[in-house]
């Protein structure tokens, strides 16, 4: 069992910057493929960034290619999220995820663990 909290969610202007932080319980954490997924008010959860369990393989959804890095600490228990040159379509709640595998997905159903998400608001 993975418990996943997520933070650093907030209200940030057109251009900005904001890093999110999930803290994944467990002693078996570096065991998982972690994810970030986003959810918009009337629109269905999308992928947005993923990440092997070592670290060394990352996938982007296009939407954020160049402009979102996700890493992660396994020392930590923590997979983050930068967000960089944020836009006003990047409002949506946040979530991370926890896949029981080594190598990462952009399917949500792939995914065993989720957490509770963050809001993040950019205005513009």
């Known amino acids: 069992q993975v418990q996943l909290v997520e933070s650093g969610g907030g209200l940030v202007q057109a251009g900005g910057s904001l890093r999110l932080s999930c803290a994944a319980s467990?002693?078996?954490?570096?065991?998982?493929?972690m994810g970030w997924f986003r959810q918009a008010p009337g629109k269905e959860r999308e992928f947005v960034a993923a990440?092997?369990?070592?670290?060394?393989?990352?996938y982007y959804a296009d939407s954020v290619k160049g402009r979102f890095t996700i890493s992660r600490d396994n020392a930590k228990n923590t997979v983050y999220l930068q967000m960089n040159s944020l836009k006003p379509e990047d409002t949506a709640v946040y979530y991370c995820?926890?896949?029981?595998?080594?190598?990462?997905?952009?399917?949500?159903?792939?995914?065993?663990?989720w957490g509770q998400g963050t809001q993040v608001t950019v205005s513009s």
């Open positions: 995820a926890a896949r029981r595998s080594a190598g990462w997905s952009w399917k949500d159903t792939k995914y065993d663990y």
């Open positions: 990440i092997s369990w070592s670290g060394y393989s990352t």
């Open positions: 467990g002693r078996t954490f570096s065991s998982y493929a």
